[in-house]
């Protein structure tokens, strides 16, 4: 058989071999630092917090923290504050000219801003450790528990789930540097994988046994999810190639140019950042709802976006996705710097005139291309409503779109990317018998 035949393929690449063994290896001191407990927090006494993040926007905080979150673990923050400071320093790169020019010093400048990011990380871990606590007391009170007293526990307990975050960082970037794949990008995947099969089964037993269509609905279910894959591949890969004429040059004896190549224009080119962002707007109400939470009932206009189910919060959200979809792809795609640069090397579209003209031309492009992009990615973020509405379980509800799916997607994509690299290098036969697998080059993996 052929996949058997490509794992023999990877397990005799010895380079290859490592890479995965070292990524195992720092997969599975991840996954066990989840379930290390804070100190002076009884496991036993999270029952109320299991339950708080069933369901609603604090799942997906569990699900990005592979499940670290319900169990007050000291990876209980995640990864998610350090790619918050990465989509700050980002903005700030676009906005602020000193930042502009540390981006064009090179290697000393892009060190200076990851060094700054991870400064702006410690303090967000600082401000949402604080907040955790803060919850993770109301629910340990909730069961008749309560966390140890005094300013002591609290900053400790700051200070140890910051530096548990912070070790995580320093796992994606080995993965990164010695494994396969992006690192960051694969322990999200990997927090996300870790609750598939429990979705699943969890799904499967509703279904069968609690009379909610039976297996045939089940199926049904699993074949749209398959769809819907389908379609966040075809999303992740889409692109518009634009046909590119260089003219030809002689210099010597030798003539250059002369060539038709293309430039392909992603459909996606913001990738999964739009949802990112908007997700970390609509966070916001979660937040004050939490602060406000305990001196009163919640204003009903806060509640109506505390939930991931209802009409107003995926009604904001999906115009939100829009908004920073184009706002995004006008900060990644430069059309008058491509224009520019054909010009410069002598290449033209055809029919298009050099200059300002294909500057246009590439923009009016890059607007209809993007528009039913902006519109399928805010589709496939709020299709786990949809699935609520037909009476999916919230767990496995989750895998039907959003940030989940697409992180999903985009980083497997990724990795396969770069496995069957290693397997064409050592002339290998690829993971597939026909064209070769199209990651999102060029684009920052899940983020």
């Keep these: ?12 690449i010895e380079d290859l071999k490592q890479r995965i063994l070292i990524t195992a290896l720092y ?22 917090l299991s339950s708080q993040t069933r369901g609603g926007l604090l799942a997906l905080l569990d699900m990005f923290s592979g499940g670290a979150f319900s169990k007050a673990s000291i990876f209980a923050l995640g990864i998610m504050p350090y790619i918050s400071a990465s989509i700050v320093m980002q903005l700030m790169t676009i906005v602020v000219p000193s930042f502009q020019k540390m981006q ?28 955790y606590l803060t919850n993770l007391n109301v629910q340990l009170m909730q069961v008749g528990a309560s966390m140890p007293a005094g300013l002591w526990f609290k900053i400790s307990s700051i200070i140890i789930m910051a530096a548990g975050s912070m070790f995580v960082l320093w796992i994606g970037e080995r993965i990164t540097d010695k494994g396969i794949g992006n690192g960051i990008s694969f322990i999200i995947m ?57 003219a030809k040059r002689i210099v010597g004896n030798k003539q250059y140019g002369g060539a038709r190549q293309y430039i392909p224009l992603k459909v996606n080119a913001a990738n999964v950042m739009p949802i990112i962002f908007a997700q970390a707007i609509m966070m916001l109400p979660l937040a ?9 009932e919640v204003n009903s206009f806060l509640q109506a976006f505390m939930t991931n189910d209802g ?8 115009v939100v996705i829009i908004a920073f979809t184009y706002f ?10 491509m224009a520019d640069d054909l010009k410069r090397n002598n290449g033209f579209i055809p029919g298009v005139k050099p200059g300002k003209a294909t500057k246009d031309y590439l923009d009016a492009i890059m607007d209809r291309i993007t528009f039913p992009g902006a519109l399928f990615l805010a589709a496939v973020a709020i299709l786990p409503a949809f699935a609520r509405l037909a009476g999916v379980s919230q767990g496995f509800a989750q895998f039907f779109g959003g940030t989940s799916l697409l992180i999903l997607v985009g980083v497997i994509l990724d990795t396969l990317q770069q496995v069957e690299s290693h397997l064409l290098m050592r002339h290998y036969d690829g993971l597939l018998k026909s064209g070769r697998i199209k990651g999102r080059a060029g684009a920052v993996a899940a983020y």
């Design 328 to 337: 995004y792809t006008a900060i990644t795609i430069n059309p008058t710097q």
């Design 311 to 318: 009409f107003w919060y995926n009604f904001v959200f999906a």
């Design 104 to 131: 064009r010093e090179g290697e000393s400048g892009r060190k200076k801003i990851n060094q700054l990011t991870r400064y702006l990380t410690v303090a967000i871990l600082v401000v949402q450790g604080f907040a």
């Design 190 to 246: 990997i927090g996300i994988i870790n609750r598939l099969p429990q979705a699943l089964m969890q799904e499967f037993t509703s279904r069968t046994t609690e009379e909610a269509g039976g297996l045939v609905m089940f199926i049904l279910e699993m074949l749209l999810l398959l769809l819907v894959i389908a379609g966040a591949i075809m999303l992740v890969q889409g692109t518009r190639k634009v046909p590119v004429q260089y």
């Design 288 to 296: 004050l709802g939490g602060m406000w939470q305990s001196g009163g």
């Design 27 to 48: 997969v599975a001191i991840y996954l066990f630092g989840t379930y290390v407990v804070i100190p002076g927090v009884d496991p036993k006494d999270l029952t109320a």
């Design 1 to 12: 058989m052929r996949v058997v035949d490509t794992i023999k393929n990877i397990w005799k």
